[in-house]
């Protein structure tokens, strides 16, 4: 039952899956030359552990909720976690890198039917006027697994490797899936009679184009990200992991603002961002050294720890509630669709030796999505 006071409870098993598939994504980026050496493969084809979990979403997330949308949710949603727990298992003690690719390729599925229920459960917890603060809690889980998460699993998989490191995540999710169970409300899915369909959802006024600004966005952010050790190296910058944590940190931070902002200034917000992420890409084309490195790693946070919320948020207000889960899996295999991409474009990038370049094709990328968010985001509701 919706009530005026923010369920903390279920917002943050909402942000602790959050956290989980973050973690399970992007890991194998803080850990490329340890992967790479124990399954005898390139740091590029290490790379590709991120790639195929972001295909396992593209192709699940879409016919996954299709098939599923009649499902209570607390059911879809404690069945994704089984997935997690079941394929890092796997992933932390299969021996060849092709297994290792189909255990990640699977979890991704996971990975999508989570992205594609965060913002609609998070959404149906509370009433209209604190959408925007229950969205960013329930997403705080991403940049927490980014500024203290993946440092830390890239120092643990470090030190104890990183099979281990995938084992420690199974149990976490053995553990949120109780969590789940005795805590999370259930709601149900949608009506086997509604006439609320994809093709309905997808040619809504300003959806199509919101969606390419995932494309682009998160596009460019994550090419750079998952080879960032690498960039950095370049760079003259040794401790990969503290850089991490200053991006992560700073991405906490803002999400806390774009919290605040979000309801009543999305538009003002969104394009801030956009803004701040172009110059910040600019800027690592002239900087050397690890301070200025470092700094700009701080405002890339700063521009890129609200950009869930803000593409989630934007959607949002083109549909209604009951299709707010058939829109979040478009925007999901977008979002899945945009990290394959720049996962191989940016290998492409450090097998060409061409990794100086990577700051470049971001500031393009970003400026395409920021044309696009300034004629398509509504400043209301629809």
Not at 262 to 273: E, F, Q, R, Y
């Amino acid at each position: 039952m919706k009530q005026d006071k923010l369920p903390l409870t279920g917002l943050t098993a909402l942000s602790l899956a959050g956290f989980l598939a973050m973690m399970t994504e992007t890991l194998p980026a803080g850990l490329l030359p340890s992967i790479s050496e124990s399954l005898h493969i390139s740091e590029a084809n290490a790379g590709q552990l991120v790639t195929i979990y972001a295909v396992g979403s593209i192709l699940a997330a879409i016919p996954v909720i299709a098939a599923t949308k009649t499902w209570p949710r607390k059911r879809l949603f404690m069945t994704a976690l089984a997935i997690f727990a079941i394929f890092n298992t796997l992933t932390a003690v299969l021996p060849y890198y092709w297994m290792t690719l189909i255990a990640r390729f699977a979890v991704g599925i996971g990975g999508g039917v989570v992205w594609g229920m965060l913002a609609g459960y998070s959404q149906r917890l509370v009433p209209p006027h604190m959408v925007g603060r229950a969205m960013s809690i329930a997403l705080m889980g991403t940049p927490i697994a980014l500024s203290f998460g993946i440092p830390v699993g890239t120092w643990l998989g470090n030190l104890l490797g990183w099979r281990i490191v995938f084992g420690i995540m199974s149990a976490f999710a053995v553990l949120l899936l109780v969590m789940v169970w005795r805590t999370l409300p259930d709601f149900p899915g949608i009506d086997s009679k509604s006439d609320i369909t994809y093709r309905k959802v997808w040619t809504t006024p300003s959806v199509r184009p919101l969606l390419l600004v995932t494309l682009f966005w998160i596009g460019a952010h994550n090419g750079f990200y998952t080879y960032i050790a690498p960039f950095l190296s370049a760079h003259h910058v040794s401790h990969v992991d503290l850089s991490l944590l200053i991006f992560g940190i700073a991405s906490v931070v803002s999400l806390i603002f774009v919290g605040m902002w979000i309801d009543a200034h999305l538009k003002l917000v969104a394009m801030g961002a956009l803004g701040l992420f172009i110059i910040t890409a600019l800027l690592f084309v002239f900087t050397q050294g690890a301070i200025m490195t470092n700094i700009l790693m701080a405002l890339w946070g700063l521009s890129f720890g609200g950009a869930a919320g803000i593409i989630q948020a934007s959607l949002s207000r083109h549909v209604s509630l009951d299709a707010l889960d058939l829109v979040m899996s478009l925007n999901t295999t977008m979002w899945n669709s945009a990290i394959a991409l720049g996962g191989i474009f940016g290998g492409l990038l450090v097998q060409t030796g061409h990794i100086t370049s990577f700051p470049w094709a971001v500031a393009i990328l970003a400026l395409v999505a920021l044309l696009l968010v300034n004629k398509n985001i509504a400043t209301t509701k629809k």
